[in-house]
């Protein structure tokens, strides 16, 4: 069971940038097809950020965050990126990472604090 360990999280003024990372142990990402980020603010469901192909580097983002956000890899630290820019305080959030297994998403790691103030 790979277990993943969000980090990189903080409080930043608006239009401020974090980047986050996605590290995984106990199997590498090579094994699953994809690792996508998440987010989930107070009393909101958790929503999809995008995704990676692991290895093909091919990306997909959500129209909201296409703009800002970026994701990216890095093979030989086995870690999955999220660059965030021109942040804003509905970015609030606590983000999470999971892979892609058996049709679903899972390995869900304990997230990382984002905290944008205005």
């Known amino acids: 069971q790979v277990r993943l360990v969000e980090s990189g999280g903080g409080l930043v003024q608006a239009g401020g940038s974090l980047r986050l990372s996605c590290a995984a142990s106990g199997r590498t990402f090579s094994i699953y097809s994809m690792v996508g980020w998440f987010r989930q603010a107070p009393g909101k469901e958790r929503e999809l950020i995008g995704r990676?192909?692991?290895?093909?580097?091919?990306?997909y983002l959500t129209d909201s965050m296409k703009d800002r956000f970026t994701i990216s890899e890095d093979n030989a630290k086995n870690t999955v990126y999220l660059q965030m820019d021109s942040l804003k305080p509905e970015d609030t959030a606590v983000y999470y990472c999971?892979?892609?297994?058996?049709?679903?998403?899972?390995?869900w790691g304990q997230g990382t604090q984002v905290t944008v103030s205005s």
């Open positions: 990676i192909m692991w290895s093909v580097g091919v990306t």
């Open positions: 999971a892979v892609r297994s058996g049709g679903s998403w899972a390995g």
